[in-house]
């Protein structure tokens, strides 16, 4: 990540698009970071297997392992196996409706354990329509079906404003992680520096929050 007492490095063009912040608050997450570091090494462990035929007993193939790591990568809203969070290229993210294909089917479907079955991802609804009938009232089926699947779950908002802030919040979050105190965060980043300690504090916790509850749930940057 880059050094957060540099603002430079904060500068990410004169208009980046909502998958560019989405990516930058996913790629701090420390979840997305354990899954993707997971989704790798089974990678890894699955070519040697396949090069050299000596590894675990209960080495995946590769083509399980790159299932996963697709899985993992629907999981974060990506199209394609879950992305390096060490690189800056923005992955490709899920726009919803989407026309399941084959390849997503183990993002969207899950087995049953102990038994021979797959059902439904509960965090998805896959609905069929019928191209030889009316669209309409289809529509107004699947709506309901929706509906009652969404019960009791969290839904999360699409974020319409506060752009101007977000360098700023990727920045404190590169500054936790780095270990820096708040004092020393205050005394550093040009928003701070001119307010009183107590008032610097406060807009400090305020933007902190706001930030975790960004890198926290990202893909509600291209919902």
Known sequence: MPDWKKASNYKFGRKPDRARWAWEFMRRNPTYRREHAWATQNWQEAITFQLTGVGMSDALT?????????????????????????????????????????????????????????????????????????????????????????????????????????????RILDADEAGAASDEIISTIQQYVNLDTIAAQKRLSTHRKRAIRLRDDPLRLVR
């Open 62 to 170: 590769e083509f399980d392992s790159d299932a996963i790591a697709l899985q993992y990568g629907f999981r974060w809203g990506q199209l394609g196996r879950i992305a390096d969070p060490n690189r800056e290229a923005v992955p490709t993210f899920l726009q919803f409706p989407i026309e399941t294909k084959v390849a997503m089917l183990g993002a969207f479907f899950q087995k049953v354990p102990g038994r021979r079955v797959i059902q439904q991802h509960p965090d998805f609804a896959t609905i069929t329509f019928s191209l030889h009938g009316p669209i309409s009232p289809q529509l107004a089926s699947a709506k309901q079906v929706l509906a009652i699947r969404q019960k009791g779950k969290a839904v999360g908002k699409p974020v319409h404003k506060g752009a101007d802030q977000w360098p700023l919040y990727l």
